[in-house]
């Protein structure tokens, strides 16, 4: 059976940062497309940053670019997110997403597995 386990979150002063880990089972991480979508009280599910399968190819949103980055480690089965620089508007419950297809996308239609979700809240 597939699973997404999210880890990391937690409450952290704006400026600060957080590495979010996404756990898989049931599958390699490699040979899945990996993402992280964040879904922010009353606002619909974004896309933040993807891991293609293989290649390893990275995508960000344009709010996360330059703060963010993503990572996968093997050996461990498991994707990073490091978040830098955080800013109250990235405050969201943060799920990690997997789906079989090569292309670097965030569209949520495309994955069809899921994590329970982090929650990240970047506050003073």
């Known amino acids: 059976q597939l699973q997404l386990v999210e880890s990391g979150g937690g409450l952290v002063q704006p400026g600060g940062s957080l590495r979010l880990s996404c756990a898989a089972s049931g599958f390699t991480v490699d040979a899945y497309t990996i993402a992280w979508f964040r879904q922010a009280p009353g606002k619909e599910r974004e896309g933040v940053s993807c891991?293609?399968?293989?290649?390893?190819?990275?995508k960000y949103s344009d709010p996360v670019q330059g703060r963010f980055t993503i990572s996968r480690d093997n050996a461990k089965n498991t994707v990073y997110l490091q978040m830098n620089s955080l800013k109250p508007e990235d405050t969201a419950v943060y799920y990690c997403?997997?789906?079989?297809?090569?292309?670097?996308?965030?569209?949520?239609?495309?994955?069809?597995?899921w994590g329970q979700g982090t929650q990240v809240t970047v506050s003073s």
């Open positions: 997403a997997a789906w079989t297809g090569y292309i670097v996308t965030m569209d949520p239609i495309r994955y069809n597995y």
């Open positions: 891991i293609s399968r293989r290649v390893g190819g990275t």
